[in-house]
């Protein structure tokens, strides 16, 4: 009879405590199973099967022809992340964007690749050669120009494909939050 507690189960690995059937001896397994479930409830380490990091962007105000500065912000939301990766759609003919890595990336040691896919989206991947846990902040930090072309109106910032990977290399899940850009005609003009 297998006992399931919702305390033991991990994101990316399900732990189950399972009970042998009366008259068989706890094996090895079994231990296993209730030492790595105790240590991670003990831990505290990505409890919650329903736990997930989230990235997220906010809705920020600009100019036709301004510019405006916002992060990619990331939470940890208790789990332990060492790599980040996301896609963001925008409208590129509105909006140009600059990135660079975040506080929070940077502090953990990370560095920021980003390269356009042909769908026209945008990857950003959020690596380093170290194992170090990225604290909760700025992931990435944009750069936004609006077009001086740019009618008024609100242009989505959509995160798409984002993932995760622990300081052991295992998935992590990662909510997002897309934010916009509502640009605004320019005052006086």
Not at 17 to 35: D, E, F, H, S
Not at 163 to 178: C, D, E, L, N, R
């Amino acid at each position: 009879m297998c006992i399931r507690s919702e305390a033991l189960l991990a994101e990316s690995f399900a732990y189950h405590t399972c009970l042998p059937p009366p008259g068989v001896a706890r094996g090895p397994r079994w231990l296993g199973n209730l030492a790595v479930g105790t240590l991670l409830a003990a831990t505290g380490v990505a409890t919650n099967r329903l736990a997930a990091a989230e990235l997220s962007i906010p809705t920020v105000g600009a100019s036709v022809g301004g510019s405006v500065n916002l992060s990619v912000e990331y939470g940890g939301q208790g789990t332990a992340v060492a790599a980040l990766q996301f896609d963001l759609n925008y409208n590129r003919s509105v909006l140009t964007i600059t990135a660079a890595a975040g506080a929070a990336a940077t502090s953990a040691g990370k560095s920021l690749t980003t390269h356009r896919l042909p769908n026209g989206m945008t990857r950003f991947l959020i690596v380093g050669l170290n194992q170090n846990v990225v604290a909760d902040g700025s992931a990435v930090d944009l750069m936004i120009h609006v077009s001086t072309r740019a009618s008024p109106g609100k242009y989505t910032l959509g995160i798409f494909n984002p993932a995760g990977a622990g300081p052991s290399s295992q998935a992590v899940s990662v909510k997002h939050i897309s934010g916009a850009v509502v640009v605004h005609a320019r005052k006086g003009g």
